[in-house]
């Protein structure tokens, strides 16, 4: 059968939207090539005219999936500025939403402790850091410090605010709203220098 030109460029995006999907939900080690491929409704001997290997496409989602969750989360703040974008922005990380979007929402809490665990893909482990310290740049933007302790601010808070939502998830109703709440107020703290103010 012979594919339309566009056929190829759709059906990666197809293949790295479910992957990512699954990494999510499933974690990098329970998703499966097959699994994959069969939620992009594709076969799964086509898998090998997109990517090299399954480290091929777990780096390939780090790599899209990452800038395509922040442009989308970053936009619903962009009429804000100084500590009033980074106040909205902390909540709405750890708002309801956010919480229960495990599958479409940010991936660092989703995959961030079983990339770290021994046999990942070093050159995966790279590309997961350089996105992480990537959005810590973006973050420092809105930050009123010098540059290194808006730097130190905007890791310590991104550590509070991804800790608090992994844990959150594993708890109940109330416990987790009292966590992403207390995290929040600290998050906000940590990177305007001042108590939160909602």
């Given amino acids: 059968m012979r594919y339309p030109p566009e056929h190829k460029p759709e059906a990666r995006e197809r293949i790295l939207r479910a992957a990512s999907r699954q990494f999510r939900e499933r974690g990098v080690a329970r998703t499966t090539v097959a699994s994959v491929m069969h939620e992009a409704d594709l076969t799964h001997g086509g898998f090998y005219a997109h990517f090299d290997s399954k480290n091929d496409l777990v780096d390939r989602v780090i790599e899209s999936s990452f800038d395509q969750t922040s442009a989308r989360f ?25 919480l229960n979007q495990r599958r479409v929402g940010c991936p660092f809490p989703s995959v961030s402790a079983e990339l770290t665990q021994a046999g990942t893909d070093p050159q995966t482990l790279r590309r997961f850091e350089g996105m992480y310290l990537e959005r810590i740049e973006a973050l420092i933007e809105h930050v009123d410090a010098p540059p290194e302790e808006a730097r130190r601010r905007a890791l310590a808070a991104t550590a509070q605010m991804i800790g608090a939502l992994m844990l959150a998830r594993g708890l109940g109703e109330a416990a987790s709203r009292a966590l992403r709440r207390a995290a929040g107020d600290e998050a906000i703290r940590t990177l305007t220098g001042a108590p939160p103010a909602d």
């Fill in 74 to 98: 970053a936009a619903k703040f962009d009429e804000l500025e100084g500590d009033n974008w980074v106040r909205a922005w902390v909540r709405g990380y750890l708002d309801d939403g956010h």
